[in-house]
């Protein structure tokens, strides 16, 4: 025991110091314990209603279109009102447009205004909410035979997406994989980023040195400044930018550098199925702290294995995510370095300048045959991450896919059980480019979180066969449990009081014996 007798005429003595600490800790280990048994634990995320198609031709057996790559963004001036662009691919290219007013419940479909004496094949959209609730997207138009873009453009809506302005030109020939942000703070700021290709082939870049650029307008798209390159130049083949902002201003561009990789960037394939590059990729972070005039960069990750082939103009993006409270940046992609497909989220709390190692994120069997792969990240307020992505875990013979979530609450060193989000699998084979082996989902998945929970979109084939590569957009609702209600804080705040009362008249007891016994 820490306490003993003290002898008869011995004097008073001081209470030995390992007493008060040992007090001290004892008091603030009930405060935990009290607090924890007060609150219990939370709950795990769960669905909110059932899985819905997105796109309005979902349940209509003759609309074949093959939706994919979606981008969903939220209204900061009305969390209600959502958005959703897609690209779709066959019959015949064009966007895709939703839109919701009441936090995704429902959808109805819109219409951008096409360019004037533009072919009209719109492609490849892209959407961002400005500060002030101005809803900006960018897409480009198609020419020629190899369906190549012939012109950048942007439409604003004033309305959250029912109605859109004449389309203004922001970029000329050959911009390919664009991508669109809209500055969180500084409304009519905007960002481009591009991959601008010198010349096109069939299903390739016959040379290489197309770097990745960023262009800035200041006035809400209606003029741009001119585009500066973000790739070094001693990365000559390098695909996919996504760019995301701080909170301090700070730009980001996550991008691949597929290093020697002729079999997708020159089309080695053909636009054929098969392995993948056997080589390695890097996944690089360009970053630029003066508003998008000088850059600088770091390696994510320097030896990123390939899970799949692609064609170059078309391929998976990695994911960046900000968390705009406490500034850590989160890459996420597929690496298969362990013989499968895995999803992996690198993180840098150091504005970009050193990263993690790559943290796998799907909660499976290593090396079970299985892939997960092309992820979407995105952060809560509260900064919780969570990550949604394909999953063939169910199907041994890795064809039939679902939709997976997990999600970590510890700055992602370490992530919770997976949340299955689609209600049935569906074949991975249908696609554009099913016909040679190559079947294409889109270049990306949506997901958009908030504190209290988080909207996912993603590709679903469960309508469509190999020849009619009919692809629809469904979507899921997660909710997370909310925050402990004051109330229930009470009982804790209340022990806590008493507990630090105790430890403040131990420590005052401890300093006045040393004041009497050292004077």
């Keep these: 025991m820490l306490l003993r007798a003290v002898p008869a005429g011995a004097g008073h003595r001081r209470p030995p110091l390992g007493l008060l600490l040992a007090a001290i ?37 003759l609309d074949i279109r093959a939706h994919n790559s979606p981008s969903v963004v939220r209204n900061p001036t009305n969390g209600a009102n959502l958005v959703t662009v897609n690209r779709v691919d066959t019959p015949q290219f064009s966007c895709g447009l939703h839109v919701s007013f009441d936090a995704g419940a429902t959808w109805s479909s819109g219409q951008l205004a096409q360019p004037q004496g533009e072919n009209p094949k719109c492609y490849a959209p892209d959407a961002a909410f400005g500060p002030d609730g101005t809803l900006y997207v960018s897409f480009v138009t198609l020419e020629g035979l190899g369906n190549v873009p012939n012109a950048g453009w942007l439409s604003t809506s004033a309305d959250g997406g029912r109605s859109f302005s004449v389309p203004v ?45 960023v262009a800035r307008s200041d006035d809400g798209g209606a003029t741009w400044e001119p585009p500066v390159r973000v790739s070094a130049s001693e990365r000559p083949r390098v695909v996919a930018p996504s760019i995301a902002a701080g909170p301090r201003g700070q730009l980001y561009v996550l991008y691949l550098d597929l290093g020697d990789d002729a079999l997708d960037y020159h089309g080695g394939h053909g636009g054929r199925g098969g392995p993948p590059y056997d080589g390695r990729w890097q996944l690089v972070l360009a970053r630029s702290l003066d508003g998008g005039r000088r850059w600088t960069e770091s390696v994510v990750e320097g ?89 063939r875990r169910a199907d041994p013979d890795d064809i039939l896919t679902e939709v997976s979530l997990q999600s970590s609450s510890n700055g992602g060193r370490s992530f919770g059980a997976r949340l299955r989000l689609s209600d049935t699998a569906f074949d991975s084979r249908i696609g554009s480019g099913s016909e040679r082996e ?72 401890f300093l006045v014996r040393r004041r009497g016994a050292h004077p």
Excluded: H
């Design 438 to 509: 190559l079947p294409d989902l889109g270049s990306r998945l949506g997901l958009v979180s908030t504190d209290a929970g988080a909207l996912a979109v993603w590709p679903d084939t469960r309508s469509g066969t190999q020849a009619s590569n009919k692809t629809d957009l469904a979507r899921a609702v997660v909710a997370y449990p909310a925050a402990p209600a004051l109330s229930t804080l009470r009982v804790p705040l209340r022990v806590s009081g008493l507990a630090s009362g105790l430890t403040a008249v131990l420590l005052l007891v």
């Design 303 to 391: 030896r990123l294995v390939p899970t799949q082939r692609f064609v170059v103009f078309t391929p998976p993006f990695p994911s960046l995510a900000v968390d705009q409270d406490g500034g850590a940046l989160y890459a996420g992609f597929a690496d298969g370095r362990e013989g499968d497909a895995d999803v992996r989220v690198w993180v840098s709390s150091d504005d970009g300048s050193t990263w993690s190692a790559g943290r796998r994120v799907n909660d499976t069997r290593r090396r079970d045959g299985t892939s997960q792969y092309l992820p979407a990240l995105a952060v809560a307020p509260n900064g919780r991450l969570d990550v949604v992505y394909l999953d």
């Design 169 to 213: 030109r922001s970029l000329g020939p050959n911009a390919f994989q664009m991508r669109l942000l809209a500055d969180p703070a500084k409304p009519g700021r905007l960002y481009l980023s591009w991959v601008q290709a010198t010349e096109t082939g069939t299903l390739q870049f016959p040379s290489a040195n197309n770097p990745v650029n």
């Design 25 to 61: 800790l004892l008091s603030s280990s009930i405060v935990l314990f009290l607090a924890a048994s007060s609150l219990g634990e939370r709950e795990p995320a769960r669905l909110a209603g059932g899985i819905r198609p997105l796109n309005a031709g979902a349940l209509d057996a």
